[in-house]
């Protein structure tokens, strides 16, 4: 899956992000990924202590839409 931030695209396989969730409090998706054994290095991305990325949003309905979005390609992948 391939991210852009900031005109900046972030790499990280399909098969290391394991599960997305919506905090309809915040306006927050948040997707969890399975980190490699010994290294903090996905792609070209060196991770944080935690295995979340975190997206947050004042709007509502982007909020939702980002996360069926996330949802359904997990759903989907092969």
Do not use: C, W
Not at 13 to 26: A, E, F, M, R, T
Not at 51 to 76: C, D, G, K, M
Request: proline share 4%; net charge positive.
């Amino acid at each position: 899956m391939d991210l852009e931030f900031q005109h900046k695209v972030k790499s990280y396989p399909l098969s290391l992000i394991n599960g997305v969730k919506y905090d309809g409090i915040k306006n927050r998706i948040m997707l969890s990924l399975l980190q490699p054994a010994g290294t903090g290095v996905v792609g070209s991305h060196y991770l944080s202590t935690t295995t979340q990325l975190t997206f947050l949003t004042s709007e509502p309905r982007l909020a939702v839409e980002l996360y069926q979005h996330f949802n359904l390609i997990l759903t989907n992948r092969k």
